[in-house]
C-alpha cells in the first residue's frame, strides 16, 4: 500500500522527474540501460505491465525496443499520469491507469511486468506479496525486470551509498531546492538488500532470478517464470 506522503511528493515532482532522472541517478545510463536490455520477449508484441509507472520514461525505452507493444503503465500520482499520457500521446496500444498497483486487478497475462524507482517505498512485507502477484500476472517465460534501490548489506554500506549519492547530486547543477526535495524523498524509502529481494523472488516462484547490474543502491533485479 502507498504511503500517502509519497502521493504528494510524486505529483509535486512531476513536471521535472524527467529532466531530473539523470542528474539524480549518477548511473543512469547503464542503469536503464542494463534494464531495457534484459526486458527481452519471444514475440515482437510484448503485452507489458509497468507497476509505478512515473511519466512512462522506463516504458517508453522499452517501447522504442518493441514498437508494437502494447503496455499497460499505473501510478498513484495523477500528475505523473497525466505526463506519461503527453509522453505517449494517442497511441492506442498504451493505457495508462491511476491507481495502487499492490491493490489493481490486472487484465494479464503479460510477457513483461517492468518497475523503476518504486517497489522500494513498499513495505517489505508488501514487496513479498507483490512479487508473488506478478508471478501470476506473467505468461510462462514471462520476465519481471524491476530497476530499483536496493539496501547495502550493512548500515557501512549505507552510510557510504548515501554519502556518494549526496556528493553526486549536488555536483550535478540541480538547485539546491532540487536536491533538497530529493533528499526529502528519499527519507520514505524502505530499500530491502539484495539477497532478500532475491529469496522474496525465488519465494514467488520465479524459476530464475539474479542482480544483473548494481552500482552501490541501484540495482537491476531479473526474474523468469518457469515454462510448465
Given amino acids: 500500500?502507498?504511503?500517502?506522503?509519497?502521493?504528494?511528493?510524486?505529483?509535486?515532482?512531476?513536471?521535472?522527474?524527467?529532466?531530473?532522472?539523470?542528474?539524480?541517478?549518477?548511473?543512469f545510463d547503464d542503469f536503464y540501460g542494463m534494464a531495457v536490455s534484459w526486458a527481452s520477449a519471444a514475440t515482437d508484441a510484448p503485452r507489458i505491465a509497468d507497476l509505478g509507472a512515473r511519466t512512462?520514461?522506463?516504458?517508453?525505452?522499452?517501447?522504442?525496443?518493441?514498437?508494437?507493444?502494447?503496455?499497460t503503465l499505473i501510478d498513484v500520482s495523477?500528475?505523473?499520469?497525466?505526463?506519461?499520457?503527453?509522453?505517449?500521446?494517442?497511441d492506442p496500444l498504451v493505457d495508462c491507469i491511476v491507481a495502487d498497483y499492490t491493490k489493481h486487478e490486472f487484465a494479464g497475462p503479460y510477457d513483461i511486468?517492468?518497475?523503476?524507482?518504486?517497489?522500494?517505498?513498499?513495505?517489505?512485507?508488501?514487496?513479498?506479496?507483490?512479487?508473488?502477484?506478478?508471478?501470476?500476472?506473467?505468461?510462462?517465460?514471462?520476465?519481471?525486470?524491476?530497476?530499483?534501490?536496493?539496501?547495502?548489506?550493512s548500515p557501512f554500506f549505507d552510510r557510504k551509498y548515501g554519502d556518494d549519492w549526496r556528493r553526486a547530486v549536488r555536483a550535478s547543477g540541480l538547485t539546491a531546492e532540487a536536491v533538497e526535495a530529493a533528499v526529502e524523498r528519499r527519507k520514505l524509502?524502505?530499500?530491502?538488500?539484495?539477497?532478500d529481494q532475491l529469496t522474496w523472488l525465488r519465494e514467488a516462484g520465479f524459476a530464475e532470478t539474479d542482480c544483473v547490474y548494481k552500482y552501490n543502491e541501484f540495482a537491476v533485479f531479473y526474474a523468469r517464470k518457469g515454462c510448465l
Fill in 189 to 195: 524509502d524502505r530499500n530491502a538488500t539484495v539477497n
Fill in 113 to 153: 511486468v517492468l518497475s523503476s524507482l518504486s517497489i522500494h517505498h513498499l513495505t517489505h512485507r508488501d514487496k513479498r506479496e507483490l512479487f508473488h502477484a506478478v508471478h501470476r500476472m506473467l505468461t510462462d517465460g514471462g520476465v519481471f525486470v524491476n530497476a530499483d534501490q536496493a539496501a547495502g548489506a
Fill in 1 to 27: 500500500m502507498t504511503d500517502e506522503r509519497i502521493i504528494q511528493q510524486f505529483d509535486a515532482a512531476a513536471a521535472d522527474y524527467d529532466s531530473q532522472r539523470r542528474k539524480l541517478i549518477p548511473c
Fill in 56 to 71: 512512462g520514461l522506463f516504458a517508453g525505452m522499452v517501447k522504442r525496443k518493441y514498437p508494437d507493444a502494447r503496455i
Fill in 78 to 90: 495523477d500528475n505523473m499520469i497525466a505526463e506519461a499520457r503527453a509522453r505517449f500521446g494517442d
